[in-house]
């Protein structure tokens, strides 16, 4: 049986910043996607705040991808709502974030050689 052409992380960037803040909120651990959208939107500020079409359509593509996968553990029953879907990073996920970040860096690293960034901005 042939094997399936499994993706390098670098084939997969550049990420768009709604996935890429998908994977930095999952690495504190499992979430469902609403718990996802408020913790996007408080580390961003609400500089980004994906409505539902956006965040379920990532989760979806994310889970399609490997990045993601659902969790079947769930909080205790008073806590939660059962319709929730719980999501965590997968290995494959936390490599394809770690390449985004480095190609992230490399490129500030360029900006800062181009233009001299300042310390804040």
Same mark, same amino acid.
């Given at each position: ?48 705040? +994906? ?13 399609? $991808? ?31 974030? $770690? %390449? ?8 500030? $690293?360029?900006?800062? $050689?181009?233009?001299?960034? +300042?310390?804040? %901005?």
């Amino acid at each position: 049986m042939p094997k399936k052409n499994i993706p390098a992380p670098k084939d997969l960037l550049p990420l768009s910043p709604t996935l890429f803040h998908l994977l930095l909120a999952l690495h504190d651990g499992e979430r469902h996607g609403y718990a996802l959208k408020r913790e996007i939107a408080r580390r961003t500020a609400g500089a980004i705040n +994906p409505g539902a079409g956006v965040l379920y359509g990532s989760i979806n593509r994310m889970l399609e $991808q490997g990045l993601i996968e659902e969790s079947e553990e769930r909080p205790d029953a008073h806590l939660d709502d059962e319709r929730r879907r719980y999501y965590r990073i997968t290995p494959f996920g936390r490599l394809v974030a $770690q %390449a985004e970040a480095v190609r992230m860096r490399e490129l500030v $690293q360029i900006a800062d $050689q181009a233009f001299g960034l +300042p310390e804040r %901005a």
